[in-house]
């Protein structure tokens, strides 16, 4: 998580010293938050760790749209899905 005493800075610090913040920043694993003005306008994230949370978001987006769709009538019970998954099975060998 962010440590507000070391992960905040300002976006003129980070333009003044952005590869010694991204050295930081992969050594901590940790973000780095970046504010113009003083207010947070940024969050800076390492490749890997913004796959991650790119993934997930992904994960719960296809979980809402399920639920929803469920809640519709739409789809079919899973049983009858995986029965249909074994008889396609079946008739491919």
Known sequence: MIDVTQDIHSLTTFKRNSSGLMKR????GRPLVLTVNG???AVLLDAKDYQHVADHLDAI???????LEAE???GQPAKEVFDEIRRETRSRK
């Open 61 to 67: 987006a296809n979980i809402r749209q399920g639920l």
């Open 25 to 28: 920043m992969k050594k901590t």
């Open 39 to 41: 207010k947070a306008e």
């Open 72 to 74: 519709r009538g739409l």
